[in-house]
């Protein structure tokens, strides 16, 4: 079994119309969210981890303590954005050397092509733990396409800092959705 932990980014200052940028760090309040996802998370071992690298995905994973074998920056995980702002920020050049980049050549691709990729790829994966830190688009569109019989699903809203558990089943390569937009971590801490 896969089992497939997906975390939304901390709130960040485009949210709070403190930083007006395509790619914002996280808020004050964001780096607190992001803090006590290791309270929810923190007793999983993951296998490997798929960062966004979009800074407040990056800032995330990074105020979460949260740690895998291996952690990669996958480009198909970065939000969908005007084309000339993938142009003014893509590629990076200076990520954090925690991570590995992968998929850099798809970064203009829909959305909807690489988040189809980033599953399929994750149903050949072998069995273990993933960590996913992504955005809400994403997010949604990962787990409609892993839940969804044929295609996309639903539309999922998802909060920030909350977590979302798929099981992927390999023989059928189908997933069931285990937890939906888990906030209890943000709750107990007054960040909801």
Same mark, same amino acid.
């Given at each position: 079994?896969?089992?497939?932990?997906?975390?939304?980014?901390?709130?960040?200052?485009?949210?709070?119309?403190?930083?007006?940028?395509?790619?914002?760090?996280?808020?004050?309040?964001?780096?607190?969210?992001?803090?006590?996802?290791?309270?929810?998370?923190?007793?999983?071992?993951?296998?490997?981890?798929?960062?966004?690298?979009?800074?407040?995905?990056?800032?995330?994973? /990074?105020?979460?303590?949260?740690? #895998?074998?291996?952690? +990669?920056? %996958?480009?198909? &995980?970065?939000? *969908?954005?005007? =084309?000339?702002?993938?142009?003014?920020?893509?590629?990076? /050049?200076?990520?954090?050397?925690? #991570?590995?980049?992968? +998929?850099? %050549?798809?970064? &203009?691709?829909? *959305?909807?092509? =690489?988040?189809?990729?980033?599953?399929?790829?994750?149903?050949?994966?072998?069995?273990?733990?993933?960590?996913?830190?992504?955005?809400?688009?994403?997010?949604?569109? *990962?787990?409609?396409?892993?839940?969804?019989?044929?295609?996309?699903?639903?539309?999922?809203?998802?909060?920030?800092?909350?977590?979302?558990?798929?099981?992927?089943?390999?023989?059928?390569?189908?997933?069931?959705?285990?937890?939906?937009?888990?906030?209890?971590?943000?709750?107990?801490?007054?960040?909801?």
């Amino acid at each position: 079994m896969k089992n497939i932990y997906i975390v939304r980014h901390g709130q960040s200052m485009a949210q709070t119309g403190e930083q007006y940028s395509f790619d914002a760090d996280l808020s004050d309040f964001g780096r607190q969210q992001a803090q006590v996802v290791e309270e929810a998370l923190g007793t999983v071992v993951f296998d490997r981890a798929y960062i966004s690298p979009l800074r407040r995905a990056r800032q995330t994973f /990074e105020e979460s303590n949260l740690t #895998a074998e291996k952690n +990669f920056f %996958d480009i198909r &995980l970065i939000e *969908l954005l005007p =084309r000339e702002s993938y142009e003014s920020i893509l590629p990076y /050049e200076k990520l954090p050397d925690y #991570a590995k980049v992968i +998929f850099n %050549d798809q970064w &203009l691709e829909p *959305l909807r092509e =690489r988040v189809k990729s980033f599953c399929d790829d994750l149903k050949k994966a072998a069995s273990g733990n993933y960590l996913v830190i992504a955005h809400m688009g994403v997010i949604s569109a *990962l787990l409609s396409l892993l839940t969804a019989e044929n295609g996309f699903g639903d539309y999922y809203m998802i909060n920030n800092c909350s977590w979302s558990q798929i099981m992927i089943d390999e023989e059928s390569c189908s997933g069931k959705l285990i937890h939906l937009n888990e906030t209890a971590h943000l709750e107990r801490n007054g960040l909801i």
